[in-house]
């Protein structure tokens, strides 16, 4: 885990600190602009692969795409920055000889910090609201033996097992801190004190109090103790923005998550990283590629990796300012 840590905290520094390159001149009148602007984009990308059954190298048909809503809403004065940020991703794929369709991607977040600036600085004391989570349910997939009356073996079924659901998990973080802006491309925000708690839906964690087994062997669902539908947890959170067209219509944007539960163990260091490239072709046609790692305990002791790779529609809206 501390590799992890090491590699991205490298990697978060070399943008954070590089030497700052020219701003366009878009990018400057950008900086001196006050009151509201929003701006959102939709993409729907799209997978598909075919073979036929003498096709002898290998491979199984399926289709797979993905949807992905990304909406900015900031406003700014002299002395005010707040910026919210919604990000939905849902992507869904079906294979030949597979029974269901299966969930490749699933992300609902809302991100808010509102910042008062420190007078001639880039510095800004802070809040934090950040709540996310998935909206379709998550399963177990694997092979279900058909026993005849004789216990024997007559079938095998697909099969599957509900292991998370719409909102369960759940996420939601608050606390005070302190904001280092240069721009809305390029900020970072640490709280000290910021207050976590996960929801989950009861049916994940209900085991019969009486059963002195049952509730030994029971595993803490996200970390939510048996019976319960809540954790709380209290600890340090820093989160990290950057965004820029290192290349032509090539655009890299980094977002990077870390949380630390002053009420446990504080070497577990809680990791969400994404790294996304958007590539575009022209004004509705769209690359995506995105690498996501996320390690937290309390899901699963492992570094948890995503990458989507896709091409699609793009479609930009809400493009508007508001000048105080």
């Not at 046609?285 to 948890?304: F, K, P, R």
Request: glycine share 6%; aromatic share 14%.
């Amino acid at each position: 885990m501390r590799t992890y840590i090491l590699f991205l905290t490298c990697f978060l520094s070399l943008s954070l600190f590089a030497q700052e390159k020219e701003k366009t001149e878009k990018t400057k009148k950008d900086s001196i602009e006050t009151g509201w602007k929003s701006k959102g984009m939709l993409e729907l990308l799209f997978n598909q692969s075919a073979f036929n059954d003498e096709w002898q190298g290998g491979g199984t048909s399926n289709v797979a795409g993905n949807f992905n809503l990304n909406q900015d809403l900031n406003y700014k004065t002299k002395k005010i920055s707040w910026d919210t940020k919604l990000l939905t991703n849902i992507g869904l794929a079906i294979a030949r000889d597979q029974e269901f369709v299966r969930k490749t991607t699933d992300r609902f977040e809302i991100n808010s910090i509102f910042g008062s600036k420190i007078p001639e600085t880039k510095w800004y004391y802070s809040g934090i609201i950040n709540f996310r989570t998935q909206l379709l349910a998550g399963f177990e997939f694997f092979n279900r033996n058909v026993l005849n009356d004789n216990e024997e073996i007559v079938e095998v079924v697909q099969d599957r097992r509900k292991i998370t659901d719409a909102f369960s998990p759940a996420y939601l973080q608050s606390g005070p801190g302190i904001l280092w802006k240069e721009s809305d491309n390029f900020k970072v925000n640490l709280a000290p004190a910021t207050a976590r708690f996960i929801f989950v839906n009861k049916r994940f964690t209900r085991v019969d109090e009486n059963d002195p087994e049952a509730l030994e062997n029971y595993v803490p669902f996200f970390g939510v103790e048996a019976n319960r539908t809540t954790r709380f947890e209290l600890g340090a959170s820093l989160s990290a923005y950057y965004k820029e067209e290192l290349l032509k219509n090539i655009v890299f944007e980094n977002t990077l998550n870390l949380y630390s539960d002053y009420l446990e163990e504080t070497k577990n260091v809680d990791l969400d990283y994404t790294l996304n490239i958007a590539m575009t072709v022209n004004k509705y046609i769209t690359t995506n590629v995105a690498l996501q790692l996320i390690y937290d305990e309390n899901a699963i002791s492992g570094l948890q990796v995503r990458e989507v790779l896709g091409v699609g529609l793009k479609y930009s809206f809400l493009d508007w300012k508001s000048q105080s």
